[in-house]
């Protein structure tokens, strides 16, 4: 098990460029499912959830290679079961129920790992595929579907869910009929799957908002797609340039998708400035200070920018709340960062974060992925060295971290534990 060490107090100076979108890849790369014809992706980023992802594929039938932050795939024969040993890695496999039901009739595909029907959003995906007249059962902890052929209906989530969304957009590319889904997610990763698939010969209209119609069609067929940037690891990126008071220039860095975010780190006294040739530059302008944050779905403050944001309001002037409105567990990189000298205080779903003059460096274990990201940011401020240890859930979302912040000034590597 890799950990990563970093020796903090320098600022960053220089160029980032941003990878591939993590939350575009997975659902995009589980569309290619509904090709007819080679597909070709680029920008994919290079992370154990795309192999992850990869891996799937050719268990369900499709023939994958990635090289150069490229995937080609091209289905030969699909099969209908998604196994435990990978879904237990990927919430995100969950997708593939749609594409299978729609072309397959039928799909078994395992329980994503602690997860019960009715607990988690898989509800959601399964209430709104029934309304396309899937049926489903709990079969020895998979869910199988089954279904003549899927028709077009009028489908209200019950709240904003990004995954159910790209379930039923990809079933309903290729569903008779026409599909209207309202109470939809509008984050922009939906948005990219929706242009993938439109790629590919779907009818998808209204991507972007709460109301998405779409129109199915007899076969989809293959396509050469650009990957969106991620933006959040953009995200990430801005609050490493503004918590280590330096100066980067983030290249490929979709700033409309991060309004929220720039809105905040601006009212901490970050200036972010977007330059013509889509680059944006980040330091700090003046003092920081607290802040008060709530996470709202798309195009509210992101969930997956939270622990990030809390990190640099660690070190700003005075307090700031954040309230984390999407799930009900996600402070646990509090008491790492109060390892490290952070004064937060947790009430509920809020914290309550008052700035300290200095963090210092110590050894913390990350419990997720964005939790990950939050403990090196505090890392690369704080004083003396940081071990982060559990660095497995880092490598799920960020390409080549240690490398990209090592370029432009940090002293950080990775080491095994």
């Given at each position: 098990?890799?950990?990563?060490?970093?020796?903090?107090?320098?600022?960053?100076?220089?160029?980032?460029?941003?990878?591939g979108?993590?939350?575009?890849?997975?659902?995009?790369?589980?569309?290619?499912?509904?090709a007819?014809?080679?597909?070709?992706?680029?920008?994919?980023?290079?992370?154990?959830d795309i192999?992850?992802?990869?891996?799937?594929l050719?268990?369900?039938?499709?023939?994958?290679?990635?090289e150069n932050?490229?995937?080609?795939?091209?289905?030969r024969?699909?099969?209908?079961?998604?196994?435990?040993?990978?879904?237990?890695?990927?919430?995100?496999?969950?997708?593939?129920?749609?594409?299978?039901?729609?072309?397959?009739?039928?799909?078994?595909?395992?329980?994503?790992?602690?997860?019960?029907?009715?607990?988690?959003?898989?509800?959601?995906?399964?209430?709104?595929?029934?309304?396309?007249?899937a049926?489903?059962?709990?079969?020895?902890?998979?869910?199988?579907?089954?279904?003549?052929?899927?028709?077009?209906?009028?489908?209200?989530?019950?709240?904003p869910?990004?995954?159910?969304?790209?379930?039923l957009?990809?079933?309903?590319?290729?569903?008779?009929?026409?599909?209207?889904?309202?109470?939809?997610?509008?984050?922009?990763?939906?948005?990219?799957?929706a242009?993938?698939?439109?790629?590919?010969?779907?009818?998808?209209?209204?991507?972007?908002?709460?109301?998405?119609?779409?129109?199915?069609?007899?076969?989809?067929?293959?396509?050469?797609?650009?990957?969106?940037?991620?933006?959040?690891?953009?995200?990430?990126?801005l609050?490493?340039?503004?918590?280590?008071?330096?100066?980067?220039?983030?290249?490929?860095?979709?700033?409309?998708?991060?309004?929220?975010?720039?809105?905040?780190?601006?009212?901490?006294?970050v200036?972010?400035?977007?330059?013509d040739?889509?680059?944006?530059?980040v330091?700090?302008?003046?003092?920081?200070?607290?802040?008060?944050?709530?996470?709202?779905?798309?195009?509210?403050?992101?969930?997956?920018?939270?622990?990030?944001?809390?990190?640099?309001?660690?070190?700003a002037?005075?307090?700031?709340?954040?309230?984390?409105?999407?799930?009900?567990?996600?402070?646990?990189?509090?008491?790492?960062?109060?390892?490290?000298?952070?004064?937060?205080?947790?009430?509920?779903?809020?914290?309550?974060?008052?700035?300290?003059?200095?963090l210092?460096?110590?050894?913390?274990?990350?419990?997720?992925?964005?939790?990950s990201?939050?403990?090196?940011?505090?890392?690369?401020?704080?004083?003396?060295?940081?071990?982060v240890?559990?660095?497995y859930?880092?490598?799920?979302?960020?390409?080549?971290?240690?490398?990209?912040?090592?370029?432009?000034?940090a002293?950080?590597r990775?080491e095994?534990?």
């Amino acid at each position: 098990m890799d950990k990563l060490i970093i020796e903090g107090g320098r600022p960053l100076k220089g160029t980032i460029r941003i990878s591939g979108s993590k939350n575009a890849a997975l659902p995009i790369l589980v569309a290619c499912l509904l090709a007819r014809g080679p597909v070709r992706l680029s920008n994919v980023p290079h992370l154990r959830d795309i192999n992850t992802s990869l891996k799937l594929l050719n268990i369900l039938g499709c023939d994958t290679s990635f090289e150069n932050n490229v995937v080609s795939a091209c289905v030969r024969e699909l099969k209908p079961e998604a196994p435990y040993d990978l879904v237990k890695t990927m919430r995100a496999s969950v997708l593939c129920l749609g594409p299978l039901l729609g072309l397959l009739g039928e799909a078994r595909v395992a329980l994503p790992g602690g997860c019960a029907i009715g607990a988690r959003p898989v509800d959601q995906h399964l209430k709104a595929l029934e309304r396309m007249g899937a049926r489903f059962m709990l079969d020895g902890g998979y869910i199988h579907g089954i279904c003549g052929e899927l028709t077009g209906a009028r489908i209200i989530f019950d709240f904003p869910t990004v995954g159910g969304t790209e379930n039923l957009l990809m079933a309903a590319s290729v569903a008779k009929g026409c599909t209207i889904l309202e109470n939809c997610a509008r984050e922009p990763e939906v948005v990219d799957l929706a242009n993938f698939l439109n790629a590919m010969g779907a009818r998808i209209r209204g991507a972007g908002t709460n109301v998405i119609e779409i129109e199915g069609v007899r076969a989809l067929s293959g396509c050469d797609y650009r990957v969106m940037p991620d933006r959040i690891e953009a995200g990430t990126y801005l609050v490493a340039g503004a918590i280590t008071d330096g100066e980067l220039t983030l290249l490929d860095c979709p700033l409309q998708a991060l309004d929220a975010l720039v809105s905040k780190l601006r009212e901490m006294n970050v200036a972010v400035t977007p330059l013509d040739d889509g680059g944006v530059i980040v330091r700090r302008d003046g003092q920081l200070t607290g802040v008060d944050v709530t996470t709202q779905p798309h195009p509210g403050f992101p969930t997956d920018m939270q622990a990030q944001i809390m990190a640099l309001m660690c070190v700003a002037q005075g307090s700031g709340s954040i309230q984390e409105k999407i799930f009900e567990n996600r402070f646990m990189h509090v008491p790492e960062l109060c390892r490290m000298g952070a004064r937060i205080s947790l009430k509920d779903r809020t914290a309550m974060v008052r700035g300290v003059d200095h963090l210092v460096g110590a050894p913390v274990m990350a419990s997720d992925l964005r939790a990950s990201a939050s403990l090196v940011l505090a890392g690369l401020v704080a004083q003396g060295v940081t071990e982060v240890q559990r660095i497995y859930h880092l490598d799920r979302g960020y390409e080549r971290m240690e490398e990209k912040l090592s370029a432009v000034g940090a002293r950080i590597r990775r080491e095994k534990e």
